[in-house]
């Protein structure tokens, strides 16, 4: 069936530090692929997304490439910051049934 | 536009007490998903409708919980009996369907204590 894995946190970075989270998924055809984000006390709220292969999700400075190839979609930040502290959700669709499936969660820690 | 509204936000209850969670879907979303969250399990779906019907209850972990949508614009969730292992946080997200690629928003969450 469906599924993703995502890089087991907790991930401590410094502030200007680069972040990569890996994301790789299985999956029927070829899903829309979600990163999403919650901030400590928060529900869930999108951070970006691509729709086919090879689109480039950006928000925020973050970065995420749609890897058919490779069917991955690893979130990218050139420099975080402390307000990036927060729990990520890799989480490609599941097609004609409307839902996503959500990896575990990686945990972001940026100190200053 | 304002987003999906979950009631209470908190709830406190002792063990054996019903529990009923609300949603209040965006406006014009065709689904509607339940989730659970806790440290341990993380984030778990527990079922999701699509223009009122459900389509997958299989992560309702079991009988005691039961999920209802009576119209576009209400659905809940309950607890009968609750449990100290129902202690989490539950999150109502609606979708507007495959026209947005399965995107989906969240609301705030109801965060339930059961003693």
């Known amino acids: 069936g469906d599924s993703v894995t995502q890089m087991e946190g907790p991930v401590t970075l410094s502030e200007e530090a680069f972040l990569t989270i890996n994301c790789t998924y299985t999956?029927?055809?070829?899903?829309?692929l979600f990163w999403y984000v919650q901030y400590p006390g928060e529900g869930l709220q999108l951070l970006l997304k691509?729709?086919?292969?090879?689109d480039k999700g950006s928000n925020k400075g973050f970065e995420a490439t749609y890897r058919k190839e490779t069917t991955s979609f690893h979130l990218e930040k050139g420099s975080v910051q402390v307000s990036d502290s927060a729990v990520y959700f890799c989480a490609p669709g599941q097609g004609s049934q409307g839902n996503l499936i959500f990896g575990k969660g990686t945990k972001l820690s940026v100190k200053p | 536009d304002a987003g999906v509204i979950q009631s209470p936000r908190h709830e406190v209850t002792e063990m054996g007490q019903e529990v009923t969670l609300r949603c209040k879907p965006i406006?014009?979303?065709?689904?509607l998903f339940w989730y659970r969250q806790t440290m341990m399990r993380g984030l778990e779906l527990l079922i999701y409708f699509n223009n009122n019907v459900p389509i997958d209850d299989s992560g309702m972990p079991e009988d005691r919980f039961s999920a209802k949508m009576p119209n576009a614009s209400f659905s809940t969730l309950k607890i009968q009996p609750s449990e100290p292992r129902d202690s989490a946080v539950y999150f109502c997200a609606s979708s507007p369907g495959r026209i947005s690629y399965n995107e989906q928003f969240f609301g705030p969450g109801t965060r339930l204590t059961v003693l």
């Open positions: 691509a729709t086919k292969a090879d």
């Open positions: 406006s014009g979303h065709d689904y």
């Open positions: 999956a029927t055809g070829y899903p829309s």
